[in-house]
Nanobody, 122 residues
Framework: QVQLVESGGGLVQAGGSLRLSCAASGRTFNMHTMGWFRQAPGKEREFVAVINWVGGTTYNTASVKGRFTISRDNTKNTLYLQMTSLKPEDTAVYYC???????????????WGQGTQVTVSS
């Protein structure tokens, strides 16, 4: 069982930065692939970035290319998403998720956090 708690969201002006954190419970964090997703009002949930337990990363390049960085600290059981050059279209609830699969599809995530709101004003 893994419990995930996101933090770090808030209101920021366009062009600003935020760092989201996702604290995970349990002793198997380092055996999970961790992902960030987001959902804007009236839209479907969207993949943002993923990092597996060997450090491989993949991004939704169309949306966040060069602006977001996913990382993890296995000693702290924490996942991060550093977001820079934020745009109003980045406004969404951001969720972290955990999967036992090395290369998960969205359906392969077993655990989800409650989300943290990010609002980018123009």
């Amino acid at each position: 069982q893994v419990q995930l708690v996101e933090s770090g969201g808030g209101l920021v002006q366009a062009g600003g930065s935020l760092r989201l954190s996702c604290a995970a419970s349990g002793r198997t964090f380092n055996m999970h692939t961790m992902g960030w997703f987001r959902q804007a009002p009236g839209k479907e949930r969207e993949f943002v970035a993923v990092i597996n337990w060997v450090g491989g990363t993949t991004y939704n390049t169309a949306s966040v290319k060069g602006r977001f960085t996913i990382s993890r600290d296995n000693t702290k059981n924490t996942l991060y998403l550093q977001m820079t050059s934020l745009k109003p279209e980045d406004t969404a609830v951001y969720y972290c998720a955990a999967s036992r699969s090395l290369f998960p599809t969205e359906n392969d995530y077993d655990y989800w956090g409650q989300g943290t709101q990010v609002t980018v004003s123009s």
